[in-house]
């Protein structure tokens, strides 16, 4: 009886249920999109109840579409949305509190106060993370403080808290299991980067119970069996962050190996194996996995909004009916006419940690068009991906002739080509585009040895398409010419956005992005 693995793909925007082949043929998805919510400005919250109703309709919704039986499939692996926060009641299983985002900025006033305090650093040290409510130990703070008598309780042994691989794990299993892997512990800002264990300095500092906290565990491994679920129980054996398994997914095993994932955000990873590099450059350090006790690094650099952008255009200014239009509405014009978008709508992250400033557009005339604006966009992901891609290779002394990237956006050949344009980079777009879905895959099947090992899984990968430098260089700075490019980069962005005296005309403020 042929058999398949199921990856639960629970990210920011849906929740997915793929099911893959021994070949890693996609056999069947089935998707459900999630409510955000916005209660202040800054704010992002998620109904955990909703994330964990959408992931059993996702699971006996791809079984009923490729007819397989619940017998058929091996293991289930999960991959999720890293740092959102959920803190539930541990004999009811209700959250005490919406789920915390990642993108979300309410728990910010906490780290200003470490950072007041001169605590950054030490952080930094253990953590290999930067002090940002981006991680998970301030968002865990806040609900702790803002729901009454959530520490009590908390000390008392009668809360838990989890990251969404957690949450979906506990819920499989009826509670029997509390667990989570080492690369989402990473993200917490409460795991020891050495030790790879939660520190017990860090856990005083946040004033965060031990109790609360899921135990760490390797990557790939059987957890437990569903309980309550399917009529036969499946065994969960992979629980990674979505990035982390889109690397794997991206079958980038090498010390070197560079991947970009084009979604809400964009992120981009680089795997250093045995060796965590602590960042000069505003990037993080954090585990990619751990396979059987060895663990590999990764140096990552994480773009707050991308994808969002695209979004934004869609359901905000409303000048977009389909995300995917947006290729085609680029290229009605032949460059973006000097215009410059800024999505910074809820900060900038790496490699400028700017987490107070807006968004902006500048270099608008008269004769701008919807199409400018649309493009100018498109060309903002890229330009922040190069920002993080450069600070990447000043920190790992390393060359980078080549990127593989996922996510919804690497479908656009324009952002590619852009891309590959102004990083001088070989862009590689992989025939299966659910790479981190398929990452999930991937490490279950190793834990239940259906693949053999990571040299069989390489030997599947396939590439759709290869993006290589195009545009030629020119020795006039103007827009749309690779010298231009090389200059205007967000750190000129926020120059401008951040910049004393806002009286100053939009010439005067562009100066900032000019050598």
């Not at 008598?149 to 299993?173: C, I, P, S, V, Y």
């Not at 200014?317 to 709508?345: C, M, N």
């Not at 862009?427 to 099947?445: H, P």
């Amino acid at each position: 009886m042929t058999s398949y693995i199921m990856a639960i793909d629970q990210g920011t925007a849906s929740t997915r249920a793929i099911l893959f082949d021994k070949a890693s043929n996609i056999v069947g998805v089935a998707q459900k999109e999630l409510e955000n919510y916005y209660p202040h400005p800054g704010w992002v919250e998620q109904n955990a109840n909703d994330i964990w109703a959408s992931t059993i309709g996702v699971m006996f919704e791809v079984l009923a579409k490729t007819g397989v039986r619940d017998t058929q499939v091996a293991a289930i692996g999960i991959t999720n949305q890293r740092e959102t926060t959920v803190v539930w009641d541990k004999e009811s299983g209700q959250p005490i509190y919406f789920a915390i985002v990642w993108q979300s900025r309410q728990s910010d006033t906490y780290c200003q106060k470490l950072k007041e305090q001169g605590l950054e650093g030490m952080i930094r040290e253990k953590t290999g993370l930067l002090l940002d409510p981006y991680f998970s130990a301030s968002k865990i703070r806040w609900i702790l403080d803002h729901v009454e008598g959530a520490q009590a309780r908390a000390e008392k042994g009668e809360l838990l808290f989890g990251t969404m691989d957690t949450w979906l794990l506990w819920k499989l299993t009826k509670g029997a299991k509390h667990m989570s892997d080492v690369s989402n512990a990473s993200r917490t800002m409460l795991m020891n980067l050495k030790t790879l264990q939660y520190d017990e300095e860090l856990l005083k500092l946040w004033n965060i119970p031990r109790c609360m906290l899921p135990e760490i565990r390797d990557s790939s491994e059987v957890y437990g069996v569903t309980s309550g679920v399917f009529d036969h129980p499946v065994p969960v054996a992979a629980l990674i962050g979505d990035q982390q398994a889109a690397l794997f997914g991206q079958t980038c095993f090498d010390a070197g190996n560079v991947k970009n994932t084009y979604g809400t955000g964009c992120f981009l990873l680089m795997n250093t194996k045995e060796r965590p590099i602590h960042s000069a450059h505003g990037l993080v350090s954090c585990v990619g996995w751990r396979i059987r006790g060895e663990t590999d690094y990764v140096l990552e650099g994480s773009v707050f909004v991308a994808g969002a952008a695209i979004q934004w255009l869609r359901d905000g200014l409303k000048i977009l009916h389909s995300s995917a239009e947006s290729e085609q509405r680029a290229l009605q014009v032949a460059d973006s006419d000097g215009v410059y978008v800024v999505p910074s709508f809820t900060g900038l992250g790496a490699p400028y940690w700017k987490p107070q400033v807006k968004g902006g557009m500048f270099g608008l005339t008269r004769g701008t068009t919807q199409e400018h604006i649309i493009r100018a966009t498109l060309e903002a992901l890229a330009y922040q991906t190069n920002d993080v891609l450069q600070a990447m290779k000043q920190d790992s002394g390393l060359d980078i002739a080549q990127m593989q990237v996922d996510g919804g956006a690497s479908r656009n050949d324009y952002l590619l080509q852009f891309q590959s344009d102004i990083t001088d980079t070989c862009i590689v777009r992989s025939t299966i585009s659910e790479t981190t879905a398929l990452g999930a895959a991937y490490l279950s099947g190793l834990a239940m040895g259906f693949w053999k090992s990571k040299e069989e899984i390489r030997s599947q990968f396939q590439v759709s398409r290869r993006f290589t430098p195009q545009m030629e260089e020119q020795p006039v700075c103007r827009a749309g010419t690779k010298q231009s490019m090389r200059f205007l980069t967000f750190d000129g962005y926020w120059k401008i956005l951040t910049c004393e005296n806002m009286s100053k005309t939009v010439d005067d403020s562009l100066s900032y992005l000019l050598p």
